[in-house]
């Protein structure tokens, strides 16, 4: 009778730890494989890429500094997903940082990019991420110099430029 009750304890012990832990765990992965609107496998996305913007879109590489196109570029524009060609930044919020690249003070518009933290090379920082495809597009620091007090630190290699907005 007694060991009954033992082992019916126990029962009830790893169900509820159970029941505790397995949610956590499903959370975690959810975040790992998050879904984004455009899906592509990864010979796709080796097609449909230049070797450099795979490495920095699908493998969150990042370019050499001061050697990406748009650093400098001054040109009234949109800057778009390179991958998946989703607007992500505007001319009007480009500025010159100084890092080696592009930089913006504020997504074009609200859910066009998304953050996660990135705690890779031994740095806690903010990953900032097409919301469309998912594809890396750079970091996030919160140094900026304007009213935002943002700096979006987005490699060239995400980023297709298209001269002037057709919306304005
Ligand atoms: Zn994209």
């Not at 509820?16 to 496998?41: D, H, Y």
């Not at 913007?53 to 196109?69: D, H, K, M």
């Not at 996030?140 to 630190?153: H, K």
Request: proline share 5%; with cysteine.
């Amino acid at each position: 009778m007694k060991k009954t009750n033992w082992m019916f304890l126990t029962h009830i012990l790893i169900y509820t730890l159970t029941l505790i832990l397995f949610p956590g765990c499903t959370e975690k992965e959810a975040t790992m494989k998050q879904q984004f609107p455009v899906q592509k496998s990864d010979a796709e996305w080796k097609k449909k890429l230049t070797p450099e913007q795979y490495r920095v879109l699908r493998q969150a590489g990042t370019e050499r500094p001061f050697s990406g196109i748009y650093t400098d570029n001054e040109k009234p524009g949109v800057y778009r997903c390179a991958a998946c060609g989703a607007e992500l930044f505007r001319s009007e919020s480009k500025f010159h940082s100084g890092c080696g690249w592009p930089s913006f003070d504020s997504a074009a518009k609200t859910g066009t990019v998304i953050l996660r933290p990135d705690n890779s090379l031994g740095m806690t920082r903010t990953e900032v991420l097409c919301a469309n495809c998912g594809g890396h597009l750079g970091h996030l620091f919160d140094d900026g110099p304007t009213a935002t007090g943002m700096r979006y630190c987005i490699n060239s290699e995400s980023l297709k430029f298209e001269k002037k907005d057709p919306a304005e």
